[in-house]
């Protein structure tokens, strides 16, 4: 039985003869083409199980992408909290009708005792605790984490600056009683920012420095 000749030395040898002629001689060629591929399909399924770097950092922005329940529930306790009351100065000198006030209301206020501890300017940064708290919502909502902070650190750092305010409004020599405890002079409302500074602290220590898994 005679060798059987590759395509290319049959076309040769039979100048008159063409691929139909070969293939009812010899048959179908074998083919090859799976073979040389197998290595490559092996190659792209190896390559699918490797756990890269680039994988890891996905999937860990994956996890920073999910809603963070407690900034969202500081921020809304800290917007509703400017609507609240703030302080009780019923007795105070000079309060004539004044008795709760809410944190809307902080202008007002200091205006009317006109304190010399602060400027006029100073006390429209009462509306940035609200602000801040709902740049630092919207930032969650958006997934921008640059806004969010910049948010929290608005309602955190205007938060603590309006608590001494507050203080020295307490603490003014001839307007406050005497007798008048802190407790009765903060109000629920300023307590519930307080615990929304809290929780906005506690939220960026564990959102910047907490481990994620």
Do not use: C
């Not at 490559?40 to 680039?54: C, G, K, L, N």
């Not at 994988?55 to 500081?74: C, H, P, T």
């Amino acid at each position: 039985m005679s060798k059987k000749p590759s395509l290319q030395d049959f076309l040769r040898d039979n100048p008159g003869k063409g691929l139909n002629d070969y293939f009812e001689m010899y048959g179908q060629p074998e083919e090859t083409a799976p073979v040389a591929q197998q290595p490559i399909q092996q190659d792209i399924q190896q390559e699918s199980y490797v756990d890269t770097p680039r994988s890891y950092i996905k999937g860990n922005q994956k996890d920073q992408s999910s809603i963070d329940v407690l900034n969202i529930i500081a921020s809304l306790a800290m917007m509703a909290a400017f609507f609240l009351p703030w302080v009780n100065v019923e007795g105070f000198k000079q309060a004539e009708e004044l008795s709760t006030v809410s944190g809307l209301d902080m202008y007002s206020l200091f205006t009317h005792f006109d304190l010399e501890s602060f400027s006029d300017l100073s006390y429209y940064t009462v509306y940035i605790i609200p602000l801040g708290a709902l740049i630092a919502l919207i930032g969650e909502l958006m997934r921008n984490w640059a806004v969010r902070i910049i948010g929290q650190i608005l309602a955190i750092s205007f938060g603590v600056y309006w608590g001494i305010k507050l203080y020295f409004l307490y603490t003014a020599e001839g307007i406050h009683p005497e007798d008048l405890a802190v407790m009765d002079f903060l109000q629920y409302g300023y307590m519930i920012a307080i615990v929304g500074i809290i929780l906005l602290l506690v939220d960026i220590f564990r959102t910047t420095f907490g481990s994620k898994r």
